[in-house]
């Protein structure tokens, strides 16, 4: 995942709008705390236009070399809720979409799919990081673990382990060749629909 270093926490937001005001009814956020190692409100770095990007905190995967070991304790990082992340994203008219990154997201699956569905609903496209490579998730996926939930809600799935001995700097948005930029609206699994990660 990428460096974390210009992360600004954000608990206890003030915003203009009540999340009344924004949420659509019927959707609940039940269940809604996330545990986060912070966010950035305006990254031009985690995929196509401006992005507000969630780093989760937690990850399983332990990368040689990875940028954000401050990450991989889920003990760490602070919780927040949904609602807050969710207020603070449909306050800001310039974003083009959100990010989700880590750590590693799907340990969070089930809140992240609440939240991106609602993403969803104000217009603005969804990136998911994972160190999973998708046919992990998909062997793997179960009602408890909620990972096609997030799948599903997810416009672009970016996945795999970074791998030092594959670090380059030329490709957007991946650390290391072995990374998939996936399409999940036009992935058929098996048939993974693969974005030119030259573009
Ligand atoms: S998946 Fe790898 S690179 Fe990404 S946060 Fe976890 S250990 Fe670091």
Known sequence: MFNTNNIVQTKNINTKLSFG?????????????????????DSIVDGDGVRFTVFTQGCPHKCPDCHNPQTHDTNGGYWDTIENLFVRIASNPLLDGVTFSGGEPFLQADVLAVLAKQIHSLGLNIITYTGYRFEELYKN???????????NESDFLIDGRFDRNKKSYKFNFVGSSNQRIIDCKK?????????DIYA
């Open 187 to 195: 992935s058929q699994f098996p048939q993974l629909c693969l974005r």
């Open 141 to 151: 996926a179960s009602s408890n673990n909620h990972y096609m939930d997030l799948i």
């Open 21 to 41: 005001e924004i949420y659509n009814e019927g959707v609940s956020f039940a269940g809604n705390r996330i545990k986060l190692a912070g966010v950035v409100d």
